[in-house]
């Protein structure tokens, strides 16, 4: 019965590291390509460039050898990133800054709607009425 303890709980470990490794990527891809959008736009033009530049040396595979040299960075670099945080214990649902992540609705937080500087008052208005 310990055995079967055991055992199963590796997997679960296991699974609770493959979760927090694919959220890591999740978040640092996307936090790459929204914030880091001027960068991503100089790496866009460099790599434009280089493949200008490699089309008399490759004429056929020069625009396919530069972009797979971007995507493969980005992805190594982000792989890594979340490899390196996973294996660290940083855990998505422990950063403070990713409060999203804990699905909990927070008080502080009201939504007020478009439409409520319209109507709040005229439904204040016939609660006083009544």
Known sequence: MAIARSQGSGSWVLLSL?????????????CFLVIGF??????????????????????INAVLFVVSVVIGANLLG?????????????????????GWLNQEASAN?????????LTCDVHSAVLRQV
């Open 78 to 98: 982000v792989t890594l990133l979340s490899t390196g945080l996973t294996l660290k214990g940083v855990y998505p649902h422990e950063v403070s800054w990713l």
């Open 38 to 59: 001027p960068v991503v736009t100089v790496i866009t033009a460099g790599a434009a460039v280089a493949a200008i530049a490699l089309l008399p040396l490759m004429p």
């Open 109 to 117: 937080h009201v939504a007020i709607y478009a439409a409520c500087p």
């Open 18 to 30: 493959l979760k927090s490794f694919l959220v890591w990527m999740l978040i640092l891809e996307v």
